[in-house]
Antibody, heavy 121, light 110 residues
Framework: QLQLQESGPGLVKPSETLSLTCTVS??????????WGWIRQPPGKGLEWIGT???????YYNPSLKSRLTISVDTSKNQLSLKLTSVTAADTALYYCARVPSDFDPNWFDSWGQGTLVTVS | QSALTQPASVSGSPGQSITISCTGT?????????VSWYQQHPGKAPRVMIY???DRPSGVSHRFSGSRSGNTASLTISGLQSEDEADYYC??????????FGGGTKLTVL
């Protein structure tokens, strides 16, 4: 059974870099059948798509975050990572990693991690 | 990119049907057959209930159905049950190769 587990520092100072890891178990992150994404949710607010990395290595980012964002995959560790630079209080959120099971629909996230809360302060 | 528009809240009594709308534009909801709906209970991760506008993942009750008319997608829940009380989010693929979510709708089962 596929499991995704986000990890990283719960507290980041303003202007610093937020780095998160998502460890995938029960499946291979390098499978050509899947792509991987990050979504966040500020406390008490709605979901915001951060970005998606395709099996090919191509990445697509939320335009509002693109200049500060890097999403990558480490196949040797079966991990997905997110780096967001120059963070502000507006980046405080619960960060989720998720799997995209379709080559045709990049908008379908079928498995999610439990999320990790990051506070910028 | 602008968030898709959803009503902030809807409510219904057990056994009734409710519909949640999700309005986008001709560059997202109206263009692609790539609209998803997610259910989120408090403190839990979202769960996909509908994908590709009308398709249900295995394990999702047939009481949940999706549709679309023009730039507006809809999620209908029939035979409302107490466990359906949750937040619901729509999302769509866009012409910019990005994904956009709706603001979310809180469903209350009276």
């Amino acid at each position: 059974q596929l499991q995704l587990q986000e990890s990283g520092p719960g507290l980041v100072k303003p202007s610093e870099t937020l780095s998160l890891t998502c460890t995938v178990s029960g499946g291979s992150i390098s499978s050509s059948m899947y792509h991987w994404g990050w979504i966040r949710q500020p406390p008490g607010k709605g979901l915001e798509w951060i970005g998606t990395i395709y099996f090919t290595g191509n990445t697509y980012y939320n335009p509002s975050l693109k200049s500060r964002l890097t999403i990558s995959v480490d196949t040797s560790k079966n991990q997905l990572s997110l780096k967001l630079t120059s963070v502000t209080a507006a980046d405080t959120a619960l960060y989720y990693c998720a799997r995209v099971p379709s080559d045709f629909d990049p908008n379908w996230f079928d498995s999610w991690g439990q999320g990790t809360l990051v506070t910028v302060s | 990119q602008s968030a898709l528009t959803q009503p902030a809240s809807v409510s219904g009594s057990p056994g009734q049907s409710i519909t949640i709308s999700c309005t986008g534009t001709s560059s997202d909801v109206g263009l692609y057959n790539y609209v998803s709906w997610y259910q989120q209970h408090p403190g839990k991760a979202p769960r996909v209930m509908i994908y590709d506008v009308i398709d249900r993942p295995s394990g999702v009750s047939h009481r949940f159905s999706g549709s679309r008319s023009g730039n507006t997608a809809s999620l209908t829940i029939s035979g409302l049950q107490s466990e359906d009380e949750a937040d619901y989010y729509c999302s769509s693929y866009t012409t910019s190769s990005t994904v956009v979510f709706g603001g979310g709708t809180k469903l209350t089962v009276l």
